[in-house]
């Protein structure tokens, strides 16, 4: 079974624009999280899609959004890139089944965002 | 928000060693408390996982300790190999959220 992907794997951009980055999923899995990894926070939790419906955020601003597709690939997006939003770019997937007392996540590679 | 708070936040063990990581929280909410391993350029692998009905869990020469009235859990890495070199990360995780909070990390580096 594939595990999770997440591309680019590496992206420079400067302050002012915009970046889209993708997560496909373990096939099968439902729930798509993303993290925000920096050396001295660890990793910030973003937010969480299930089944296309955003069931959680982190405490970060809106200039952070995200999006899941029907077969469960997600997307997230930061808009006017600042200088503090260079980072490692992490997503998990899990099955997210409520009910649970847990959710084993999976976690993608990572993409490395530099801003300029 | 609520934190969890990891300890050390670097750690040198020799070969043979045990190495020692503990994390505290705050909330007694949390459903699963798992340890996740990182090496440079990877994303974290759960390594080992517990849930709060149990005071122990081990796996090869990893073991997990939770005291629930202390709030506490400690990873231990029994004959601690340079292998083993990487960032380790403490979470908590509560299903009503589907939320996963995460420690600061430590990384660990053991000694040829």
């Known amino acids: 079974k594939a595990g999770v992907t997440q591309t680019p794997r590496y992206l420079i951009k400067t302050r002012g624009q915009q970046v889209t980055l993708s997560c496909s999923p373990i096939s099968g899995h439902r729930s798509v999280s993303w993290y925000q990894q920096t050396p001295g926070q660890g990793l910030q939790f973003l937010f969480e899609?299930?089944?296309?419906?955003?069931?959680n955020k982190g405490n970060f601003p809106g200039r952070f959004s995200g999006r899941q597709f029907s077969n469960s690939r997600s997307e997230m997006n930061v808009s006017t890139l600042e200088l503090g939003d260079s980072a490692l770019y992490l997503c998990?997937?899990?099955?997210?089944?409520?009910?649970?007392?847990?959710?084993?996540?999976?976690f993608g590679p990572g993409t490395r965002l530099t801003v300029l | 928000q609520q934190q969890v708070k990891q300890s050390p936040q670097s750690l040198i063990v020799q070969k043979g060693g045990i190495s020692i990581i503990n994390c505290a929280y705050e909330?007694?909410?949390?459903?699963?408390f798992p340890w996740y391993q990182q090496f440079p350029g990877k994303g974290p692998a759960l390594l080992i996982a517990?849930?709060?009905?149990?005071s122990e869990k081990k796996e090869g020469r990893f073991t997990i300790s939770f005291n629930k009235s202390a709030k506490q859990f400690s990873l231990h890495i029994m004959d601690s190999q340079p292998g083993d070199s990487a960032t380790y990360f403490c979470a908590v995780y509560t299903s009503g959220t589907y939320k996963y909070i995460f420690g600061t990390g430590t990384r660990l580096k053991v000694l040829a």
């Open positions: 998990a997937s899990s099955l997210g089944l409520a009910g649970r007392s847990y959710n084993e996540q999976f």
């Open positions: 899609y299930f089944s296309e419906t955003q069931r």
């Open positions: 517990i849930r709060p009905d149990v």
């Open positions: 909330n007694t909410a949390f459903d699963y």
